[in-house]
Protein backbone atom coordinates (compact mmCIF):
# COMPACT_ATOMS: atom_id res chain seq x y z
CA UNK A 1 0.00 0.00 0.00
CA UNK A 2 2.97 2.58 0.67
CA UNK A 3 4.43 1.25 -2.67
CA UNK A 4 1.40 3.12 -3.98
CA UNK A 5 0.37 6.00 -2.01
CA UNK A 6 4.52 7.57 -2.24
CA UNK A 7 4.24 8.61 -5.71
CA UNK A 8 0.93 10.84 -5.61
CA UNK A 9 2.65 11.92 -1.94
CA UNK A 10 5.34 12.80 -3.94
CA UNK A 11 3.61 14.38 -6.73
CA UNK A 12 1.93 16.73 -4.42
CA UNK A 13 5.28 18.12 -3.02
CA UNK A 14 6.23 18.96 -6.32
CA UNK A 15 3.24 20.47 -7.42
CA UNK A 16 3.09 22.96 -4.11
CA UNK A 17 6.57 23.86 -4.71
CA UNK A 18 5.88 24.26 -8.59
CA UNK A 19 2.71 26.10 -8.19
CA UNK A 20 1.41 27.22 -4.72
CA UNK A 21 4.45 28.23 -3.52
CA UNK A 22 5.33 30.67 -5.89
CA UNK A 23 1.74 31.74 -6.41
CA UNK A 24 1.70 33.16 -2.79
CA UNK A 25 5.18 34.48 -2.64
CA UNK A 26 3.53 36.97 -5.72
CA UNK A 27 0.30 37.55 -3.75
CA UNK A 28 2.18 38.58 -0.78
CA UNK A 29 4.77 40.93 -2.80
CA UNK A 30 1.76 42.13 -5.00
CA UNK A 31 0.07 43.29 -1.21
CA UNK A 32 3.45 44.73 0.16
CA UNK A 33 3.18 46.48 -2.90
CA UNK A 34 -0.07 48.07 -2.91
CA UNK A 35 -0.04 48.94 1.09
CA UNK A 36 3.05 51.29 -0.19
CA UNK A 37 1.45 53.40 -2.29
CA UNK A 38 1.98 57.22 -1.56
CA UNK A 39 1.07 60.20 -3.34
CA UNK A 40 3.09 60.90 -6.61
CA UNK A 41 2.97 57.15 -7.20
CA UNK A 42 2.06 56.53 -10.80
CA UNK A 43 -0.15 53.88 -10.77
CA UNK A 44 -2.23 51.05 -13.60
CA UNK A 45 -5.82 50.13 -12.41
CA UNK A 46 -7.08 47.08 -13.39
CA UNK A 47 -9.13 48.79 -15.90
CA UNK A 48 -6.16 49.67 -17.60
CA UNK A 49 -6.56 53.35 -16.56
CA UNK A 50 -2.89 54.89 -15.34
CA UNK A 51 -2.88 57.84 -13.49
CA UNK A 52 -0.83 59.76 -11.00
CA UNK A 53 -1.86 59.04 -6.79
CA UNK A 54 -2.57 62.63 -5.72
CA UNK A 55 -3.78 61.36 -1.94
CA UNK A 56 -3.86 58.20 -0.07
CA UNK A 57 -7.62 58.98 1.33
CA UNK A 58 -7.74 55.53 3.99
CA UNK A 59 -5.95 51.92 3.70
CA UNK A 60 -8.75 51.08 0.75
CA UNK A 61 -8.94 54.30 -1.46
CA UNK A 62 -6.59 56.46 -3.32
CA UNK A 63 -7.22 59.72 -5.15
CA UNK A 64 -6.10 59.34 -8.44
CA UNK A 65 -5.53 62.34 -11.35
CA UNK A 66 -6.33 60.60 -14.79
CA UNK A 67 -6.38 64.13 -16.72
CA UNK A 68 -6.08 67.16 -16.09
CA UNK A 69 -8.39 68.29 -13.58
CA UNK A 70 -9.89 64.89 -13.66
CA UNK A 71 -9.72 63.07 -10.25
CA UNK A 72 -11.18 59.75 -9.52
CA UNK A 73 -11.53 57.91 -6.58
CA UNK A 74 -10.07 54.72 -6.72
CA UNK A 75 -10.33 51.25 -4.37
CA UNK A 76 -6.74 50.32 -3.62
CA UNK A 77 -7.69 46.52 -4.44
CA UNK A 78 -8.22 47.48 -7.92
CA UNK A 79 -4.94 48.37 -8.86
CA UNK A 80 -2.63 46.23 -10.69
CA UNK A 81 0.68 47.86 -10.86
CA UNK A 82 2.73 50.91 -9.42
CA UNK A 83 4.90 52.11 -12.51
CA UNK A 84 6.98 54.89 -10.86
CA UNK A 85 7.59 55.17 -6.94
CA UNK A 86 8.05 58.49 -5.14
CA UNK A 87 11.30 58.94 -3.29
CA UNK A 88 10.73 57.04 -0.04
CA UNK A 89 9.79 59.86 3.13
CA UNK A 90 12.85 60.73 4.95
CA UNK A 91 13.49 60.85 8.55
CA UNK A 92 15.33 63.06 10.05
Known sequence: MMVSIFPILLMFGIFYFIVFRPQQQR???????????RRNDTVVTAGG????????????????????????????ST????????EPVKSK
Open 79 to 86: LTDVRSKS
Open 27 to 37: VKQHKELIASV
Open 49 to 76: IIGKVTKVVDDHEVLVEIGDNTKVRILK
